[in-house]
């Protein structure tokens, strides 16, 4: 199995050369040359599925164990009434979806370095939320890789601080005057000078991607022919939701809940793809105006008409999504985080059954969900132990 660059001017390149790549040398981002079709009865674990994108690469052999390793946590699903169910993936250690990718990456990449003991990479991350927890998480004392993480000063919530600054050892946190965008360009500028050197473990990069196919496989394996809403924010999540249903797994409609960063219900309705400007909004983590993985959507779906017959896409307000979480929460006894919630707005406006991503646990979201229900949250326990232990970061202005 061969990756290609979505901008097709890069060599093809195996899935162990991808995910220390990252972005591919043309800009584009690898995706699978083929989406095989396998026997659907046989199918146990996560990865019979991903086997076959591993298929004559030097990790073949390992998918199993890396498997087995790194996506060691449930993803269950929870029934609000007889058209709504909730897809769970915030029960990994830094509690949002995001730690499926990021604990996929970082045990493919161990085992890799375990081959080649020579393999030292950094890690760079540019994050306004998650992606920084789940990256440091998964990284933690692997001893051939260093993370650095970039965050905004006071640019995050407290809770998610702590996540991104927590850890010690292989981890530094450094908390950047300016904003999210001047993090990521301290980012991409690095990756560019010292390739050898760095490395990147955002969306963009097909390491983070392919484990999260396997939940919605695995959920269509027990709902045949599910349709789901996922919220969505750089459109990794809901990409690996139609890679799955292009294997042929029996996924019905798959729609995208945005928050008011509407890019995407507005190239639905135009036609035309035009890139915003970011809007901060109550469910930060969706804050994007520019979603890189829209270059993944575009190779798999050449005419938008295809994608429109059974995609549509909304676009939810902050106050909107408050309501939802006080009216899920008054009406079935659940409480969803903002992300979450978009997905349930949009479910309100529809007919038929639908299966809800749930991206993060409430309890990381605090600040805006305990005054509308007047309750406070129950912590869970991994987030616990984090919130335990003590910061370390330094504020710069430049990173050198
Ligand atoms: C990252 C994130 C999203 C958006 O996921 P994408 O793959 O970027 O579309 C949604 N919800 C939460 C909680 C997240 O952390």
Redesign the pocket.
């Known amino acids: 199995m061969k990756f290609y660059s979505t901008r097709k001017s890069s060599p093809e390149i195996s899935f162990s050369e991808a995910i220390q790549q990252g972005l591919a040398p043309d800009g584009g981002l690898y995706v699978p040359e083929v989406f095989p079709k396998i026997d659907l009865s046989g199918i146990k674990n996560p990865s019979d599925i991903l086997l076959p994108f591993l298929s004559g690469d030097i990790l073949e052999d390992s998918i199993h164990d890396i498997c087995a390793k790194a996506l060691n946590f449930p993803t269950p699903t929870v029934k609000l009434n007889d058209s709504t169910q909730i897809l769970e993936l915030?029960h990994g250690p830094t509690c949002?979806?995001?730690d499926y990718g990021a604990r996929f990456l970082a045990e493919s990449l161990q085992q890799l370095a375990n081959k080649d003991p020579q393999l030292k990479k950094t890690i760079l991350v540019a994050t306004s939320?998650?992606?920084g927890g789940?990256v440091a998480s998964a990284f933690y004392q692997k001893s051939n890789f260093d993370v650095v993480i970039l965050f905004p000063h006071q640019g995050v919530s407290k809770r998610q601080e702590k996540q991104l600054t927590c850890w010690g050892e292989n981890i530094t946190s450094y908390a950047v005057e300016g904003d999210f965008d001047t993090c990521q360009k301290m980012v991409k500028h690095k990756l560019s000078f010292e390739k050898e050197k760095y490395s990147s473990a955002n969306?963009i990069n097909i390491g983070r991607l392919l484990p999260?196919m396997t939940y919605y496989a695995i959920a269509s394996l027990q709902n045949p022919g599910v349709n789901f809403i996922?919220?969505?924010?750089?459109?990794?999540?809901?990409?690996?939701a139609f890679w799955a249903k292009r294997m042929g797994f029996p996924i019905g409609k798959i729609n995208i809940a945005t928050n008011a960063n509407s890019t995407i219900s507005q190239f639905f309705e135009s036609g035309n793809y035009q890139s915003q400007k970011t809007i901060n909004t109550i469910?930060n983590?969706?804050d994007?105006g520019n979603?890189s993985?829209i270059e993944r959507l575009f190779d798999l779906y050449l005419d938008i008409k295809e994608l429109k017959k059974t995609t549509e896409v909304l676009s939810v307000s902050d106050d909107q999504i408050k309501e939802t979480i006080i009216q899920t929460h008054r009406d079935f006894g659940y409480i969803p985080?903002p992300?979450?919630a978009t997905a349930l707005y949009f479910k309100s406006k529809l007919t038929g059954n639908w299966m809800i991503t749930a991206?993060?646990h409430p309890a990381?979201f605090e600040t805006v969900i305990e005054p509308l229900i007047n309750k406070t949250l129950e912590v869970p326990n991994s987030l616990k132990k984090l919130l335990e232990k003590e910061s370390h970061f330094k504020v710069i202005k430049e990173f050198k």
């Open positions: 915030f949002a979806f995001k939320g998650d992606t789940a969306s999260q996922v919220p969505t924010g750089n459109m990794g999540n809901v990409v690996a469910a983590a969706m994007v979603p993985n985080c992300h979450t991206t993060a990381k």
